[in-house]
């Protein structure tokens, strides 16, 4: 699609907005019965709209989806989704992994619509799901309402907000490794007011980790509290204090001894390659913000979302390199040396008009976007990149991968460390419409402008050096859904994104940014008189200017990422007492190396993945009991195309089982295991091996009033 023809596809659009003239009554159009099981989200448009009448392809997770399945680490929430590869890295107890649609998520986490950064290589803010309400994931570019993000979509995790009526949770967990978890949440009318709402959320955790030696502490605290200003303004304040502490888990294994054979048998899979009585980390983090929804007329409404983040990391690491010699059983370990905070404001602007006719629904959307981060850190790491773009690796000691002598250690010295400044901003404009025709046809296009700058300025060991980006880009969106009989709704869409690149090319000058664009083609079902939706969508995402090599040797944006695929997913009751999830996708992603290694496929990444969970109530044998179950395959994948040597990674099938007990209105019982089976397994390989979470059992004791 030329740059023309999408100025005319979104000005065709647009011009279906209708004047002020336009009666403002409510058309029977917009009222549509929805099963219990749809859900309502602004992620997807920024408006709120059932998930089911968008032309994007979206999953959400309920609250009641992490609590029947014990979520108390983030990135498992989309382990039932399709799209989505959950922990890819192993069990890592200071970072949440996952991977969208072949694409990395690193830059992809946003919380109540805005951005919660991951930067300068390990400061990564970390989401506690005791608060939060629901998470929702958006598939697919989508630069157009976010600005700078990956091509393999979103994911919004939403703050749990006060309510208007009373209600309380207190919570006890305890279960394997040594697992501990207390948690509070208190919500309501202020008392003595009609015009004010709060909630309390708490919680305390601690416990061991996967590897010998690691384990972790979290203090969580977020107040919230909603005032009614007027009868058309509300402001919610929104904060929260978090503080991790505790040993990381160095959880890279070379492929010998995990998917290679050895002389020696395999490494354990609890084995620490670190060393625990060194590593350390220390991570707090605080929230400041709030959310003004202003309604000007029957017809437009202001909404402005505002926060303030501080992060503050300390991280030592001790981890290993990724090759052992046929035959050996060393390997040579480096460091991770990090300390540093840095500060994040982020605000959105957003003024939405809803206007009817007899036979059109009109939902315009224009808004502005504002986010700035400065970060001051310094590392002391054994891998350093310096000025002039070259690296190098200063290992600091060997260890036996099969048997470590932590008690050998000497402290590492790895010189002078080196002082980091790094500042971004991004500034944007977006516009976007959605037009819903004789309740028939819903038509939506948009388009975005940024401008995104950054530097990282660092005194290395060739002196002060810096490197950065300062771009503009257009984003733009389109599709096109019919309403059908029969509650069958095809659809249509197109998307973008870009993502800036920090490095030089070798003039000195900034390389252009990442540009993903998506076509997606799809159904959404809705079988009449079954409540439940199912989804299917087929999808072809690329991104151009990956960095490769060049023959010259200097990196030059002639790469490219390429994912196709598949989804499909269902949730609906069976019967009025048994309740499903169902997920599968197909995905190829296919990348290119160098010039030698084009068209390679992507590591990590399986061409298939399927899932299904199943909840039953029992009440109908045992009054107030539950069960739930679920099956999780992972097909086989591969390691980095440019590894040594090629490996495939097996596939495999997780078990998770679930108990709950109501033994009155007020206290439940309930008992989680994920992978029952202890099925021990690697969950990837790219050029390190990651082995996956082994079986945990968790028992909690809630109390409701």
Known sequence: MTITHRFAFVGGMLLALPGAAVAQGQSDAQTTETADTLVVTATALKVATPLIETSRSASVVTDQDLQRRAVDKYDEALQYRAGAVSQPYGSDNNSDWFLLRGFSAEGSTFQDGLRVFRTGGYFWWLTEPFGVERVDYLKGPASILYGAAPPGGVINAISKRPTEDAQGLFEIEGGTDEHRQFGID?????????????????????????????????????????????????VTFLASVQKDTGTPSPTFFPAYGTVGNTPFGDIDRDTNLGQPDYDDFDQRQVTLGYELDHRLSDTWEFQQSL?????????????????????????????????????ALSVDN?????TYTDNTENTFLVGAGYQTLSLDYTSADSFRTLGDGSSYYQAIDTVDIFDPDHDAFTRPDTGDPTDHDVRSEQIGGYVQNQLRLYDR?????????DSVNGTDRFNDETGRSS?????????????????????????????????PLASLDNSGNSYEPLKGRQYEVGVKYTPPGFDGYFTLAAFDLKEDNSLIPSETGVQEQA????????????????????????????TDTRMDINSSLQDQRAPLIPYHMASAWLDYDMARFVDGLSV??????????????????????????????????????????????????????????????????????????????
């Open 441 to 449: 046809w819903i038509l939506l296009a948009g388009a975005r402008y």
């Open 307 to 343: 926060r303030y983040s501080n992060l503050d990391m300390d991280l030592r690491q001790v981890y290993p390199n990724s090759y052992v010699a046929p035959g050996s059983r060393e390997i040579s370990r480096g460091v991770v040396d990090r300390d540093g905070e840095y500060n």
């Open 559 to 586: 790469g490219e990422r390429h994912s196709q695929g598949i989804e499909l997913e269902g949730v609906g009751y069976i019967t009025d007492a048994l309740q499903f999830k169902a997920s599968y996708t197909y």
């Open 467 to 499: 490197e950065g980006y300062n771009d503009s880009q257009v984003s733009w969106t389109g599709g096109v859904m019919y309403l059908g009989d029969y509650g069958i709704s095809p659809y249509l869409s197109y998307s973008e994104s870009f993502t």
């Open 186 to 234: 208190t919500s309501g009318p202020v008392a003595g007011t009609d015009d004010m709402r709060y909630r309390l959320v708490g919680l305390y955790s601690d416990g061991d980790d996967e590897l010998d030696g690691t384990d972790s502490e979290r203090f969580y605290f977020a107040p919230s509290l909603a005032v009614d200003l007027s009868d058309d303004t509300t």
């Open 350 to 354: 957003r003024l939405i008009a809803t």
């Open 628 to 705: 739930g179950g679920g099956l999780r395959y992972m097909g086989e994948s591969s390691n980095s195309p440019d590894a040594t040597p090629d490996y495939t990674v097996p596939d495999y099938t997780l078990l998770d089982a679930m108990a709950s007990y109501d033994i009155d209105t007020h206290w439940t019982v309930q008992v989680n295991a994920k992978n029952l089976t202890d099925k021990e397994y690697v969950s990837g390989c790219d050029f390190y091996c990651y082995y996956g979470e082994s079986r945990s059992v968790i028992g909690s004791l809630k109390y409701r009033w």
